[in-house]
């Protein structure tokens, strides 16, 4: 509080101190210093420190002293300063902002966040990749984390989700074994961040359930461009709760509404190198701009009837229920509009629990949500060492709280008064807190028998039905990239049989997708199909809303653009380039061979945000290759600037150009393929044109052009 508390004015005497005065008052002291006054430096006891240079010695070249409390302080606190990783979705980020209701939802749910039209309730959100640790690469292929902590006035609703709907085990009792085996191996202690590996894959295929799941981690979901870019799903049924009792089940989504938008595959390996932590930078980058990202809430609401004629059993988490068969209906928005302050005690401290829920909402039995809810307490405890992890700000709820539970470690909130157990007969306040039958949460009264078994629902048999369905929701180009996301995978891990066992797995997805790895693999026969507990379905219909590539935003917004330039480029291109990328809502970033920046033929200095070198066309969803004819000599010298063209060009990006580049295309072997995604610019072109055309993001049909 010291360091924060000192106040102007308070000052009651002020000593010399070289160039420094210093004031000592009652909030603390502070040093006059150029630019305003800064706290005096203290131990952690509050006591002003007067070297924090040098340890206390016996004589000048002597042993240090036991009494240097202050060395001994600060060296104890540093060797604690870490708390364990979490053990999954250990890389994270997370930002805080607002949930907003659309319309009440009274009739469906008693939760008051959904009671009032225009309701706002403040909300953190934490992204994560699954399986790296935490100091991994962000564009890992995996899953991503999308976890919303809801500060609502009837306490925190932790809403714990992924950017993918399913999951890869249907029960609780197989989470660590998939864990264990999708995290680097126990032996070498790698690969990580990464399952293109034995273990991995061994897993997968010895659990057919996995199978729908790995459908989706091998499609583009697991590389997205950016978080603002991702969809959400809480992936199990929950039930919503109305005043009156009445139940009703509920799929939850998170509709982004910049759009989808993944990355290919060689992009993010080299984003990884280029910058290891593209997605956070990107959404600090954006709530610092004060371009909030924004998703819309969306509820698939069903009754029991549904739920019994449905194909599948809404328990199972390894099953999705098709936006066209039930529509998502959205009921409000999610805006991130700041960052933390600090992240170890907001981001790292940050302890979502599936099991806080809030009156008008509840759990279905979902078995591996009943896990998670036992499993969630349990970690913070491990992690924040604690039970008190709710008294830190981040996790403490908003509205005012009141119980009995007192002590443990770190306790900041003792109850106070002399009464600490309930019932007690002290009588009004003195007597505290007293529990609420109409107010408080109920669980929905579902009537269960049945044996005490450990049994696996008949209805949760059918593994590869919704994988077929998934894999032919997509378009060409994306289940091109599954193939090929299967066939790099695999050919990480060692042991032939494992690839072939994966593989057999497919034929009873797709014959053509199980061929097409096979072959990739180079097999040395086909395998035959795995056994199916329930033969694939042939007429479930594609859904496609599944596909990210057929639901593109049709906006350039959100998105950034690459310029690289030179010495001597036409400055009226640059302002005009810039001018119609900022009306579009995109971003610029400026690439320049010195990042001191270039001169523009009119003599204007523009610099430089990126050196060459530090800005690799896969930082960007498009570029401008704006030289003179100087520049382009110059740059075509240089294997990074042909690989900046050479890359945007594979990658599908469009890609604008002054004529006198073109020797740099030449050099970097695109010349000769200019397709429709070339723009040439000139002073009297409007560079309107080629941000129109990014709209489409990629030009994916150049994409089957270099394959062939
Ligand atoms: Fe988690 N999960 N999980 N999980 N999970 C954790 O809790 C667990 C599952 C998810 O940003 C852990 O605080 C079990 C599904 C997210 O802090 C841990 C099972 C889904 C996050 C845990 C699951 C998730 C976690 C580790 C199977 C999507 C990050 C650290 C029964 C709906 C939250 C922690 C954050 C974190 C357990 C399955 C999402 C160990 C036992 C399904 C987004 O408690």
């Known amino acids: 509080m010291s360091l924060l508390g000192s106040k102007k004015g308070d000052e009651q005497a002020n000593v010399e101190l070289g160039e420094q005065k210093v004031r000592r008052g009652q909030g603390g002291e502070t040093h006059q210093v150029a630019g305003g006054d800064v706290p005096v430096l203290t131990t952690q006891q509050g006591a002003p420190v007067a070297d924090d240079q040098n340890s206390l010695k016996a004589g000048t070249r002597g042993p240090t002293l036991l009494e240097d409390h202050h060395l001994r302080e600060k060296i104890f606190h540093f060797d604690h300063e870490r708390i364990p990783e979490r053990v999954v979705h250990a890389r994270g980020f997370g930002v805080h902002g607002y949930f907003e209701t659309y319309e009440s939802l009274a009739d469906i749910t008693c939760a008051d966040l959904f009671a009032r039209a225009g309701q706002r309730t403040e909300a953190f959100v934490r992204f994560s990749t699954v399986a790296g640790n935490k100091g991994s690469f962000d564009l890992a292929r995996d899953v991503r984390g999308f976890a919303v902590k809801l500060y609502t006035r009837q306490g925190n609703w932790d809403l714990v989700g992924n950017n993918i709907p399913v999951f890869f085990v249907q029960d609780a009792i197989k989470f660590p074994d998939m864990v264990h085996a999708a ?41 997205p461009r950016s978080f603002r870019f991702i969809e959400g799903f809480g992936v199990h049924t929950f039930r919503l709760i109305n005043a009156e009792g009445k139940s009703t089940f509920v799929k939850f989504h998170w509709k982004p509404k910049l759009g989808m938008q993944s990355v290919v595959w060689n992009e993010a390996v080299k984003i990884n190198g280029a910058d290891p932590d593209y997605h956070r930078r990107d959404l600090w980058q954006a709530i610092d701009m004060d371009d909030y990202p924004e998703w819309e809430l969306g509820l698939q609401l069903f009754d029991d009837a549904f739920a019994d004629r449905f194909d599948f059993d809404v328990l199972d988490s390894t099953k999705i229920i098709p936006e066209e068969e039930l529509p998502v209906r959205r009921v409000g928005r999610l ?9 170890f005690a907001e981001t790292e401290q940050v302890a979502f629990c599936t099991g806080n829920i ?107 039905s919704q994988a077929r369905q998934f894999y032919l929701s997509q378009t060409k180009t994306e289940q091109g990239h599954i193939a090929s996301a299967f066939i790099f995978e695999l050919s990480k891990c060692d042991r032939e049989e494992i690839r072939a066992r994966v593989v057999s797995h497919l034929v009873n997805v797709d014959e053509f997708l199980a061929k097409e790895v096979a072959a990739g693999l180079r097999l040395k026969e086909m395998p035959k199909p795995a056994d199916a507990a329930r033969p694939t379905r042939m007429d479930l219909k594609p859904s496609p809303a599944l596909s990210i590539i057929a639901n593109g935003p049709k906006s350039f917004k959100g998105r950034k653009l690459g310029l690289l330039l030179s010495d001597g480029v036409s400055g009226e291109i640059v302002t005009a380039v810039q001018a119609a990328a900022k009306a579009e809502g995109a971003l610029v970033e400026i690439v320049t061979p010195k990042v001191g920046g270039v001169m523009t033929d009119g003599g204007t200095l523009i610099e430089g945000d990126q050196k060459l070198d530090g800005g690799p066309s896969v930082l960007y969803d498009a570029v401008a290759v704006l030289l003179s004819a100087e520049g382009a000599a110059m740059l075509c010298k240089h294997p990074v600037a042909r690989d900046f063209v050479a890359d945007a060009y594979a990658h599908c990006k469009f890609i604008a150009y002054t004529a006198e580049a073109l020797p740099l295309f030449e050099k970097a072997g695109v010349a000769s393929d200019m397709d429709e995604g070339f723009f040439l610019l000139t002073a009297a072109t409007d560079p309107a044109g080629f941000i129109m055309a990014c709209r489409e993001l990629r030009l994916w049909n150049r994409e089957a052009k270099l394959m062939k």
């Open 335 to 343: 805006v991130l509009n700041r960052n933390v302050d600090n992240f």
């Open 183 to 223: 995290k680097q191996e126990p032996d070498r202690g790698f690969p990580q961040a990464q399952t293109a590996h034995d273990n991995f894959w061994d897993f997968i295929s010895l659990m057919p359930e996995s199978i729908h799941m790995a459908l989706w981690i091998m499609s583009d979901r697991t590389i």
């Open 358 to 464: 809030v009156p008008g909402i509840d759990f279905t039995n979902d078995p591996l949500l009943q896990g998670r809810n036992f499993s969630y307490l349990d970690t913070q405890l491990k992690r924040l060492g604690s039970p008190n992890f709710t008294h830190l700000p981040i996790n403490a709820p908003k509205c005012p709280w009141a119980h009995f539970q007192q002590d443990g470690h770190m306790a900041f909130h003792n109850p106070k008064g002399r009464v600490n157990y309930e019932p007690n007969s002290w009588g009004g306040a003195a007597g505290g807190p007293r529990e609420d039958p109409e107010k408080g949460l109920r669980s929905y009264p579902e009537r269960i028998e049945g044996e005490k078994r450990r049994l696996r629902a008949e209805s949760f048999a059918d593994h590869y």
